[in-house]
């Protein structure tokens, strides 16, 4: 399983949305588009962060490279 971390961007942490939590795991996310799935071409869509929340499961996508993420506990 993921090791737990904390994120920001900028000087702001980043909370659940959900429920406030601020400990999530981290994966890639692919975002298939339905034209390059017909084609088999989804290995070519984009992808974007996932950070899952660690309490509840709400799935947080971030699509540019201004996140930044910590171990949970440092």
Not at 20 to 41: A, P, W, Y
Not at 46 to 63: D, M, N, P, Q
Request: charged share 25%.
């Amino acid at each position: 399983m993921a090791k737990p971390v904390h994120a920001q961007i900028g000087d702001r942490a980043i909370r659940c949305l959900v429920c406030g939590g601020d400990t999530f795991r981290e994966r890639e996310v692919k975002l298939n588009s339905t034209g390059m799935e017909l084609f088999n071409l989804a290995w070519a869509n984009e992808s974007a962060r996932g950070l899952i929340c660690w309490s509840c499961g709400y799935v947080h996508l971030f699509a540019n490279d201004a996140l930044k993420l910590y171990r949970a506990g440092d």
